[in-house]
Nanobody, 124 residues
Framework: QVQLVESGGGLVQAGGSLRLSCAASGRTFSNYGVAWFRQAPGKEREIVAAINWTGGSRSYADSVKGRFTISRDNAKNTMYLQMNSLKPEDTAVYYC?????????????????WGQGTQVTVSS
């Protein structure tokens, strides 16, 4: 079992920045590929960014490329999502997830552990 707890969400104006953190406990965090997903009201959950177990491979949704950066610190059992140049359409609940293996995965069914979510609201 892996337990995940997100933090860092909040209200920010368009063009601003936020950094989300996800603290892991339980099984060895460094064994897992991890990702950030988001879900806006009335929409399906979508992947935002993913990173493999070493941090050497990353992938981003087209909508956030060049603005968001995913990273991880295995020594601290923590992953991050740095969000810059935020837009109102980035408003959503953001979830961190740990995969069923160590790679980069793109669909929610590839992730077996989920945090409770943190709200990000971007005002125009």
């Amino acid at each position: 079992q892996v337990q995940l707890v997100e933090s860092g969400g909040g209200l920010v104006q368009a063009g601003g920045s936020l950094r989300l953190s996800c603290a892991a406990s339980g099984r060895t965090f460094s064994n897992y590929g991890v990702a950030w997903f988001r879900q806006a009201p009335g929409k399906e959950r979508e992947i935002v960014a993913a990173i493999n177990w070493t941090g050497g491979s990353r992938s981003y949704a087209d909508s956030v490329k060049g603005r968001f950066t995913i990273s991880r610190d295995n020594a601290k059992n923590t992953m991050y999502l740095q969000m810059n140049s935020l837009k109102p359409e980035d408003t959503a609940v953001y979830y961190c997830a740990a995969g069923l293996g160590g790679g980069v995965y793109y669909t929610s069914t590839d992730y077996g552990y989920w945090g409770q979510g943190t709200q990000v609201t971007v005002s125009s």
